[in-house]
Nanobody
Framework: QVQLVESGGGLVQAGGSLRLSCAAS????????MAWFRQAAGKEREFVAH????????YYADSVKGRFTISRDNAKNMGYLQMDSLKPEDTAVYYC???????????WGQGTQVTVSS
C-alpha cells in the first residue's frame, strides 16, 4: 500500500496559480502512475491528469489541457500539479492517487481544497 498526502490547496482569484504537492510513502517503489482527480460539491469525481512514474509521459483532461501541468520527482517520491489560469469552475477538492498497474488507482490521499473566486 502507498500512503499519499496532498498539500498546497487554498483560495485564489480567477487567473491565478496554485501548485499542489503529493507526498508518497510506503510501497512507493510499486508506483506505475500517479494521477490527480477532483470533485466539486454535488458532482462526481473527475479525472484531471496522470503521469507515468518511470517514463514521465503525461495525459490531461480536455478541461485543464494547456493550463495545468503534472510532474513528479521520483527521487523524492513527490508528485505535483501546477495549476495556472485558474477558473471558478476549477473549484473542487483535489485528490492524488497512485496505480501499481495501468488504470487501477488503489491508493488515495485525503484531498486538498482548491477554491477559485471570480
Amino acid at each position: 500500500q502507498v500512503q499519499l498526502v496532498e498539500s498546497g490547496g487554498g483560495l485564489v482569484q480567477a487567473g491565478g496559480s496554485l501548485r499542489l504537492s503529493c507526498a508518497a510513502s510506503g510501497r512507493s517503489f510499486s508506483i506505475y502512475s500517479m494521477a490527480w482527480f477532483r470533485q466539486a460539491a454535488g458532482k462526481e469525481r473527475e479525472f484531471v491528469a496522470h503521469i507515468r512514474w518511470i517514463s514521465g509521459n503525461t495525459y490531461y483532461a480536455d478541461s485543464v489541457k494547456g493550463r495545468f501541468t503534472i510532474s513528479r520527482d521520483n527521487a523524492k517520491n513527490m508528485g505535483y500539479l501546477q495549476m495556472d489560469s485558474l477558473k471558478p469552475e476549477d473549484t473542487a477538492v483535489y485528490y492524488c492517487a497512485t496505480a501499481s498497474r495501468p488504470g487501477t488507482y488503489g491508493s488515495w490521499g485525503q484531498g486538498t481544497q482548491v477554491t477559485v473566486s471570480s
